[in-house]
């Protein structure tokens, strides 16, 4: 018996919990952009931090993209 079998789950709550992660997904993922946006994009920040930190940076920045972006498509996406 497979998990989903076990615990039905509507429709509705799904796409509320979608909706709901999606929003968190925006706001956290535009938070960690943002920041980057106003607090290291500059070239004289960027040229004191050792490479490993920037390295650091480089993928959160793109983890915040990736976050944002499925959040966008949670938060707007149509029920089945």
Known sequence: MAYNDAVPESRGKRHMRNRVLGAVGVLWGGAMVAHWWFAYRSSAASDTYPVGYQAGQAYAVV?????FLTGLYYLFKKSA
């Open 63 to 67: 983890f915040g993209a990736v976050l």
